[in-house]
């Protein structure tokens, strides 16, 4: 799960850190969520709410993402925030 340094359309990388984990960890399928421009936040293609929509049945999941939300001026918030208004609300509802 994460933004254009996650998603498949990355052109600027012939491999990407979850290719280096899926060797690593022998991992048969990688199930990429990947979006470009999108935020932990509620700004855009929220990964906050995206996440409902990953196959259930896997064994590890990783997160790469946040810089969008700088660029795009999500709020930081507080450690203590629950929604996703903030960037730390986020990562507590994901």
Known sequence: MGDSLTTENNTL?????????????????????????????NLFA????????????????TVFAGINDYGKGQALGMPSDTTNKTYYGALDVL
């Open 13 to 41: 990388a012939t491999k990407r850190y979850f290719n280096y984990i899926q060797e690593d960890l022998h991992i048969k399928q990688v199930n990429n969520y990947g979006m470009n421009g999108s935020t932990v936040g």
């Open 46 to 61: 929220p990964i906050s709410e995206r996440y409902t929509t990953m196959d259930n049945s896997a064994n590890l999941i």
